[in-house]
T-cell receptor, first 117, second 112 residues
Framework: KAGVTQTPRYLIKTRGQQVTLSCSPI?????VSWYQQTPGQGLQFLFE???????NKGNFPGRFSGRQFSNSRSEMNVSTLELGDSALYLC????????????????FGPGTRLTVL | SQQGEEDPQALSIQEGENATMNCSYK?????LQWYRQNSGRGLVHLIL?????REKHSGRLRVTLDTSKKSSSLLITASRAADTASYFC????????????FGAGTQVVVTP
């Protein structure tokens, strides 16, 4: 089974631009979670999608948004980029959402390294 | 605030030695998962231990869970240079809906 894939792997943008990152979960997985990782803040939860619906959202500004398609693929978008948005963005998939009472693993993709200049 | 906190923050050992790192958390959990990350790449899932389990093994990895103390430990036996990485614990909390709560990680360096 193929793992979680993320595209692109690297991105360089300038302040004020917007960016869209893509995530394809493991086949059969319906839950997709997004995380931001920075040296200062560590791994922070952005949001989770299950069956095309956002079920949970972290403490990020509205510039961060996402969506999930019927095939469970997910995209996240960051508008009006700021220098502080430079980070590794990680996507994870699982059969069902964590915290739903069913113990199941979250598997991560390789990440997208975003640099904002 | 972070749910999980790893200890130590950094660990330096020689090949062949065992590496032990600990994770403490604050609230009741469904399960606890350990991950490895090599130099800014994606997280590799190592092992999941459920709240009703006390110990699990996978190859050279041994994980324990003590829910009364809200703590877990990861033991890597007979370390190899390839084990050099950051190790994170992540907790799955009821009603967290897709959100694993991560600690800051333990950086492990294994020297030949």
């Amino acid at each position: 089974k193929a793992g979680v894939t993320q595209t692109p792997r690297y991105l360089i943008k300038t302040r004020g631009q917007q960016v869209t990152l893509s995530c394809s979960p493991i086949s059969g997985h319906r839950s997709v979670s997004w995380y931001q990782q920075t040296p200062g803040q560590g791994l922070q939860f952005l949001f989770e999608y299950f069956s095309e619906t956002q079920r949970n959202k972290g403490n990020f500004p509205g510039r961060f948004s996402g969506r999930q398609f019927s095939n469970s693929r997910s995209e996240m978008n960051v508008s009006t980029l700021e220098l502080g948005d430079s980070a590794l963005y990680l996507c994870a998939s699982s059969l069902v959402p964590s915290g739903s009472g069913q113990g199941n693993e979250q598997f991560f993709g390789p990440g997208t390294r975003l640099t904002v200049l | 605030s972070q749910q999980g906190e790893e200890d130590p923050q950094a660990l330096s050992i020689q090949e062949g030695e065992n590496a032990t790192m600990n994770c403490s958390y604050k609230t009741s959990i469904n399960n606890l998962q350990w991950y490895r990350q090599n130099s800014g790449r994606g997280l590799v899932h190592l092992i999941l231990i459920r709240s009703n389990e006390r110990e699990k093994h996978s190859g050279r990895l041994r994980v324990t869970l003590d829910t009364s103390k809200k703590s877990s430990s990861l033991l890597i036996t007979a370390s190899r240079a390839a084990d050099t990485a950051s190790y994170f614990c992540a907790t799955d909390v009821t009603d967290s809906w897709g959100k694993l709560q991560f600690g800051a990680g333990t950086q492990v360096v294994v020297t030949p």
